[in-house]
């Protein structure tokens, strides 16, 4: 076997074609083909691939985190639902239990009381050649009174009725434009336009720096749709009082104010549902050269748009803030 195997390697045969063979790889070293020269830009597309669909996905979660508070949550539920149950009670059942056991007889008192007042005052301008007057002024007493206590005997139901009006111009709203738009950015910026590495990470920073102000953004949003609910039950569990305030002239104003101040409050779930949902809107309507800033290269142009983006989400923050003022502010509060 040995002996086979050295006179294979020591004939003629063997040594032309280890000379064809050097040759041909000499050559082939020589002129390399040219779609080898390729590998770097394909490496370099395959990462700027992955950078910008994650930046992508980044902003369209940061939109969709913020669409759900008011598609479906609080602004959303129903007056029974609105911040969920412990079991077997609501915060419904225990503002309702408030309402009909402690308040609602509170609120019959101050009627009676109004009610007595008004009888005294009818009393003293009567005389005894007027008294068809005042059998007129008691008989309207009476119709007051009793209109005033349908109202609020039934006070937690109205209350929860305004709310429903809201409600439905909310569902009226997200049936007409629906949760807002997806957020796109290679429609926005220039720097997911290019395949540049430098850029694409830069943007990347600011897309996970920005998730910090989103989530106080929707942190803000949280507590905001939450205490709005917290307000609503507790100003409808103390209806009686207010609603028994209206019917005497020296504090009707301040009855009428509590039922502008409880409109306004159910008006602030439209106005942040607004809010919610333009959101993803303005974003999709920013552009990375429309701030001013000369457009050097893409790096500048990201974060031109980057800044532009946090500012929104800052201004989303405050307009969240100040949801309620505005609705007062429509009222003429």
């Known amino acids: 076997m040995a002996g086979a195997v050295r006179k294979a390697l020591s004939g003629d045969g063997f040594a032309a074609a280890f000379c064809a063979t050097s040759v041909a790889l000499a050559l082939a070293f ?37 669409r759900s508070i008011g598609a479906d ?8 639902q609105m911040l969920g149950s412990a079991g077997d009670v609501t915060m419904y059942d225990l503002v309702r239990g408030v309402w009909q056991a402690a308040i609602l007889p509170i ?35 009476l119709v007051f009174f009793a209109v005033f206590l349908f109202l609020i005997q039934n006070s937690f139901d109205l209350m929860q009725a305004v709310y429903q009006v809201v409600q439905l111009a909310i569902d009226r709203v997200t049936g007409l434009f629906g949760t807002g738009s997806e957020l796109d950015l290679s429609e926005v910026s220039i720097t997911t336009t290019d395949d540049d590495v430098a850029a694409l990470l830069a943007m ?12 106080v953004a ?17 100003m409808a569990a103390f209806s009686p009082i207010p609603l028994a305030l209206v019917s005497l002239d020296e504090t009707r104003q301040m009855g009428v104010g509590y039922l502008k101040n409880f409109a306004a409050v159910c008006l602030a779930g439209v106005i942040i549902l607004v809010l919610l949902v333009s959101f993803p809107i303005v974003l999709g309507g920013l552009d990375a050269a429309s701030a001013g800033v000369p457009v050097v290269d893409s ?35």
Do not use: H
Not at 73 to 80: K, N, Q, R, S, T
Not at 205 to 215: D, E, K, N, P
């Open 30 to 66: 020589a002129f390399p083909q040219p779609a080898f020269a390729g590998i770097a830009e394909d490496i370099n597309a395959w990462l700027c691939g992955i950078l910008r669909d994650t930046c992508n996905w980044i902003f369209a979660g940061q939109a969709d985190m913020l």
């Open 107 to 141: 609120g019959c008192g101050m009627l009676s009381l109004v009610f007595t007042v008004q009888l005294i005052k009818v009393s003293q301008r009567m005389d005894g050649n007027a008294s068809m007057p005042g059998v007129k002024e008691v008989v309207f007493m």
């Open 204 to 215: 990347l920073v600011v897309a996970l720096v920005s998730w910090v102000v989103v989530i």
């Open 73 to 80: 949550g609080v602004l959303a539920a129903d007056f029974a």
């Open 299 to 333: 790096i500048v142009g990201g974060l031109s748009y980057a800044l532009q983006y946090l500012a929104m989400c800052v201004l989303l923050i405050l307009s969240l803030v100040k949801s309620g003022s505005w609705a007062r502010d429509i009222l003429g509060g």
């Open 218 to 234: 929707y942190v803000v949003a949280l507590v905001v749709s939450w205490a709005r609910a917290i307000q609503i039950y507790v």
